[in-house]
Structure formats: C-alpha cells, structure tokens
T-cell receptor, first 117, second 113 residues
Framework: NAGVMQNPRHLVRRRGQEARLRCSPMKGHSHVYWYRQLPEEGLKFMVYLQKENIIDESGMPKERFSAEFPKEGPSILRIQQVVRGDSAAYFC???????????????FGQGTRLTVV | AQSVTQLGSHVSVSEGALVLLRCNYS??????LFWYVQYPNQGLQLLLKYTSAATLVKGINGFEAEFKKSETSFHLTKPSAHMRDAAEYFC???????????FGKGTRLHILP
C-alpha cells in the first residue's frame, strides 16, 4: 500500500503564474487535508475535502487559492497568479472515514516545496 | 473550537537526558490527540495517539505521552534523548466525526552532544 503521494516535490514558479499541486491519498482513504508550512510557523490548516466535496475551507485564502478532490484522480491544490508570499511547503494528508476508525490519524505526504521567483 | 498550544518553539536537551515537550489542548468534548515528528525536508510521521483507551500512550522510538484531563495536557516524554531525535515535533487534536486535525506550532528539539 503506497503512502500519500505528492507531486511535484519541488515547484518553481514566476510571479503571476499558476501552481498546481497534486496529492494522491492512500488507498481506501476518502478524506484529504491540505496544510501550508512556512519557516518557523508550523502547520496551518487550509482545506479539508472528501470525494467531490469541500468540507471545510476555513483556512484557505479568499482569493487565488482553490482545491478539489474529484471522484477519480488526485486532489489538486491550485494557486493562481502566485506571489512571493506563497512560497512555502504544502503538505497533503489523507485519512479513512472516521466512522471506520474513530480518531484515526492522518497520513502525510512528503510535501511540495513551492518557490516563487 | 478545538486548539493546541505547544510551549516552547525550541527545546534543547543533552544526549541521554530526559525529553519533555509540552502540549495543552482546548476542546469542548473529549478529543483525540496526536504527536507527530518531522525530520528535515520530510513529511510528518505519527509518533503516537490518544483515543481514550488508555491515558498513558506509548509510541515509536521510545516516546510516550500522558493524557491528563484535569490539566488539559498531553505532554510528550522520552527518558533518554538520542542524537537522532533532533527534529520538529507537532501536537495535534481532532474531534470525532469528520473533523479536521488542528496542529500546534511545533517544537524544534535540539540534542546537545
């Protein structure tokens, strides 16, 4: 069973370009989380999705950021018109339905390090 | 809403000394609590979790944590630090029923030779 797969591991974008970050959850996991990590700031929750549904996007910036988790395929975090302040490590995590295993932990990918130049 | 507070963004201990990383939580209902470790340029790896089965939880790499409801704490300990324990440690909380996992700001553990 492969772990959570994120790609690319490193992404460089010029200001104004779009960044697309992909996350394939573990097999059997229907819940996906995206977190952003800035140096010395820890992990900030961005969005929580289930298949075809956004459950909680309270941590997403109001503009330029969007996320999806389609019925088929990976979850995508999309950042339009990137700015230097978007440079960070973006982590995806997945978990099975909580009804299946109450209190289950989230399993993390290796992250995508976005650098905006 | 639930939250966690980690006291001390940096903690230094000598090799062989006791490791104590502090975490206090806030939750209106009994929570599930986790400790994760992050090595440089890596993702997060689960160390241990509390799911109400036992208040003293043992994890990997010799770490353990004790859930104390009266103190709303879930501190992480290890009797004897090793150089390989140098990493960043995150405390996290979630409620049941599809709630998101909320992380503390992390504590960077430095091991002194």
């Amino acid at each position: 069973n492969a772990g959570v797969m994120q790609n690319p591991r490193h992404l460089v974008r010029r200001r104004g370009q779009e960044a697309r970050l992909r996350c394939s959850p573990m097999k059997g996991h229907s819940h996906v989380y995206w977190y952003r990590q800035l140096p010395e700031e820890g992990l900030k929750f961005m969005v929580y999705l289930q298949k075809e549904n956004i459950i909680d996007e309270s941590g997403m910036p109001k503009e330029r950021f969007s996320a999806e988790f389609p019925k088929e395929g990976p979850s995508i975090l999309r950042i339009q018109q990137v700015v230097r302040g978007d440079s960070a490590a973006y982590f995806c995590a997945s978990s099975p339905p909580s009804e299946a295993i109450p209190g289950t932990e989230a399993f993390f990918g290796q992250g995508t390090r976005l650098t905006v130049v | 809403a639930q939250s966690v507070t980690q006291l001390g963004s940096h903690v230094s201990v000598s090799e062989g000394a006791l490791v104590l990383l502090r975490c206090n939580y806030s939750s209106s209902v009994p929570p599930y609590l986790f400790w994760y470790v992050q090595y440089p340029n890596q993702g997060l790896q689960l160390l241990l979790k509390y799911t109400s089965a036992a208040t003293l939880v043992k994890g990997i790499n010799g770490f353990e944590a004790e859930f104390k409801k009266s103190e709303t704490s879930f501190h992480l300990t290890k009797p004897s630090a090793h150089m390989r324990d140098a990493a960043e440690y995150f405390c996290a909380v979630t409620l049941n029923r599809d709630d998101k996992i909320i992380f503390g700001k992390g504590t960077r553990l430095h091991i002194l030779p």
